[in-house]
């Protein structure tokens, strides 16, 4: 079964006129529904392109129409234990917001609202045709990826780690680590539920959307279906995905750039999955971003749903094209439609109060815990798995005279348009001790001995921790060791991209260009919480910029004359001058004033951010610059071994005399910008070599943004001196 692919248009919004709608809605064949997007070509626009889905819903489609077609039938191979994946796709704009989530009136409510609604109503019917021996219990887990970092949707924004939650594959899913699960047991729950955590999603206005989301918002619905110890898990996942943007129209401003762009990478690595999907190439990029990761498209098993959301405006029409291009080469893709297993498992424990002090976090699990396992193997082979939810499934150790087929009701599940799909997996059956009796005949021994085997199953699954007992302590300790790792890794990342922050800060600043500089502090802030000295820094930049502009505002006010004018040009703008700014890379000549040396300062750590920030004094307007903290030591004190020992060719570190050919030969490779060379130098991982890139990469080109000597080296965020030290090191080893 191939990703089903269904394109929305919009309606036209207030102030949009009909004259400008480009894009409509057609069908292939008449009286059938619309299955056809047409849009002009914007080269010749008496020539039109067409583009196939497996449905087209036009402008006129109710909330209800979309929800009823392409969503309410597959509320039922949820419950059969299927996953299901919703997801919309399009332009910023075009209302994928508005077709997951819509509105608070009943007929406007999306996609969202109405599966929880579809899911409740199944859950209560499931437990009524067993006889009530099934219960149905709902959680959700809501979290966004923004800036490619995920966030817990129901943990306030200020609770957040700044370097977000691991993700981690595990039996062909993807889970993130941490993420915390809310049982949710009826409509009202979930409103108050949902409603909170979209208070916590990341949305801004654009001059494209005034409610632009500025995150992929990823909601999970777990169903859990418990008869006696037996439990089947099934998930449905309803996915906003924030929306492409074309920045020249946006009017970004330089935080929503940020933003843009991560959006926009991961959008463009999903297309190029797509892409590599459907060239059948052996390696899909799905790791480069953690969207793509989490969708994991043509890797998934279970239903997958794309709404490409379309506006119908000639002011979209490129993007339109764009997004069209990619969502029909997604209808290629095939998922595998393999139901999640029962598991024989204790009984549910009793589900949280529903408050909001239920809120807890799932605990690491280890690797082999059984819970929700795929039928992977199955899949491998082509075989379907069990599809039964029933006490009598033990196939495998059947000794007896083979038992009668079990008659399966031939509820074959078609999509509305897709009448010749293959037969769908049938009505889960639900344990039934009469169908015992109906069934085969069983001597009364081996009634006992199926029983037996059933106790010590169910037993095994109580055991606390069935799953660790398989797995010795070092492995047990390994794992959670590499699970530090991946979340240090991350915190690593964040701290990287803080610093980045506060050097582009730096170099606004060096520019004069305050206002930008400010920006840039602040976007600093949450990566360095409780920084003192940063906060003051923005407020003594904010009343920089408050008195440049008064004094704008009394000169044209008071219309001075031409000399007084003069004189006012000339005057310092704040309390201070300026000092004339270095260039972006420059080491500043002097020591720089009241900077003390803290112990340990010859560490790497010197380059993070809060040495930055300790070292930094605000008095001085310049001091809160990128630059190495470590002050220069008086030349009569001699500096530490090592130190002396790698810069020994140095005539002064500091100063701009020609480099040696050492020196000469790590700048090189370190100004090629070419990450393999880079990575070649001692004590430089990919990771590095990759941030040392990107870090030249944002120096400004008129300075030649090249690193020139090796106290520069020292000064990139993330190298430092011990690192340099090693590159070095390296380098001497080769020349020799
Ligand atoms: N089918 C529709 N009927 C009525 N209004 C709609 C419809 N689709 C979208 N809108 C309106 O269009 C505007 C943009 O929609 P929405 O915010 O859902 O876009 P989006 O694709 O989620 O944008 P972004 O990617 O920027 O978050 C909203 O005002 C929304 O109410």
Do not use: W
């Not at 079964?1 to 292939?28: C, F, G, H, N, Q």
């Not at 040696?660 to 070419?674: A, E, G, K």
């Not at 943004?705 to 080769?734: C, D, F, H, M």
């Amino acid at each position: 079964m191939s990703v089903r692919v269904v394109a929305r248009i919009r309606p036209l919004l207030a102030k949009e006129l009909d004259k400008d709608t480009i894009v409509r809605a057609e069908s292939s064949q008449e009286g059938k529904p619309n299955n056809v997007v047409r849009i002009p070509n914007p080269k010749n626009e008496a020539e039109e392109f067409s583009f196939t889905f497996n449905g087209v819903y036009d402008m006129g489609t109710t909330q209800e129409e979309l929800f009823t077609n392409e969503v309410a039938p597959h509320l039922k191979s949820l419950f059969q234990g299927l996953d299901v994946m919703v997801f919309a796709y399009g332009v910023t704009g075009t209302g994928k917001t508005h077709t997951m989530r819509g509105g608070l009136k009943l007929s406007e409510r999306g996609i969202i609202p109405r599966l929880l609604s579809g899911i409740y109503r199944r859950g209560r019917k499931v437990t009524k045709d067993s006889g009530d021996e099934t219960t149905v219990t709902v959680t959700l887990s809501y979290y966004e990826i923004y800036n490619d970092k995920v966030y817990d949707l129901f943990e306030a924004p200020e609770k957040r780690s700044l370097a977000g939650l691991p993700i981690r594959e595990k039996d062909g899913k993807t889970f993130v680590v941490g993420l915390s699960e809310h049982a949710c047991d009826d409509l009202k729950d979930f409103e108050r539920l949902y409603i909170e955590a979209n208070n916590n999603r990341s949305t801004a206005g654009t001059s494209l959307n005034a409610q632009s989301s500025r995150s992929h918002a990823i909601l999970m619905v777990k169903v859990t279906q418990t008869n006696g110890d037996e439990t089947l898990i099934s998930t449905a996942s309803a996915i906003d995905l924030a929306g492409s943007e074309d920045n020249r129209r946006t009017d970004n401003n330089k935080e929503r750039l940020v933003e843009s762009a991560s959006i926009n990478k991961s959008l463009f690595v999903l297309s190029s999955c797509i892409d590599a999907i459907g060239r059948g190439d052996k390696r899909i990029p799905f790791r480069e971003s953690k969207m793509t990761r989490i969708l994991s498209l043509g890797q998934n098993n279970g239903i997958t749903i794309m709404i490409l959301n379309l506006a119908p405006l000639r002011s979209y029409h490129l993007d339109t094209l764009s997004s069209l291009n990619v969502s029909s080469r997604a209808k290629r893709i095939e998922v595998r439609e393999i139901e999640n297993e029962v598991v024989f498992t204790q009984p549910p424990r009793k589900t949280a109060p529903l408050s909001g002090t239920s809120m807890t976090r799932q605990p690491l699990r280890p690797l082999a815990n059984a819970h929700n396992t795929h039928a992977n193997a199955a899949a491998q082979k082509g075989d379907k798995p069990a599809k039964s939810f029933s006490v009598y499934t033990d196939k495998s150790k059947t000794t007896g005279p083979p038992r009668a087929p079990v008659p399966r009701a031939n509820t074959t599940s078609k999509r509305p348009s897709d009448s010749s799909q293959n037969a769908r997996p049938t009505k889960m059956a639900r344990p039934n001790p009469a169908g015992l009796r109906s069934g085969v005949e069983i001597s009364s021994a081996k009634i006992e001995e199926m029983v037996e085997r059933k106790v010590q199953e169910a037993l095994a699954a109580r055991q606390p921790a069935p799953a660790s007992a398989g797995l010795s302590d070092e492995v047990q300790r390994r794992l959670e060791a590499l699970e530090k790792k991946i979340e240090s890794g991350e915190a690593e990342d964040a701290r990287a991209e803080g610093l980045r922050f506060l050097l582009m800060a730096k170099q606004h600043k060096d520019r004069s260009e305050d206002s930008s500089a400010l920006k840039m502090y602040e976007l600093a802030v949450p990566f360095f919480p409780g920084q003192e000295k940063l906060h003051k820094k923005i407020e003594h930049l904010k009343a920089k910029i408050q008195a440049k502009k008064d004094e704008m505002a009394s000169r044209s006010a008071g219309q001075p004359d031409a000399e007084s004018r003069k004189g006012l040009a000339t005057m310092p703008i704040g309390a201070r001058a300026l000092p004339s700014p270095p260039t972006s890379f420059e080491v500043p000549d002097e020591a720089p004033k009241q900077r003390k040396v803290k112990g340990g300062a010859e560490s790497d750590d010197d380059f993070n951010g809060s040495a930055v920030l300790q070292a930094d004094d605000y008095e001085d307007d310049d001091s809160f610059s990128y630059r190495a903290t470590k002050a220069k030591k008086p030349k009569a004190k001699a500096a530490p071994k090592s130190a002396l020992r790698i810069f020994s060719d140095e005539a002064d570190a500091n100063s701009f005399e020609p480099p040696t050919p050492r020196t000469r030969h790590l700048l090189d490779i370190v100004n090629s910008r070419n990450v393999a060379m880079i990575k070649g130098l001692s004590g430089v991982g990919a990771k590095r070599a990759r941030d040392l890139v990107e870090f030249l990469e944002l120096q400004n080109e008129d300075e030649g943004g090249n690193i020139r000597n090796l106290q520069q080296l020292i000064a990139v965020p993330g190298l430092g001196k011990r690192s340099v030290e090693r590159a070095y090191e390296g380098i001497t080893a080769l020349l020799v």
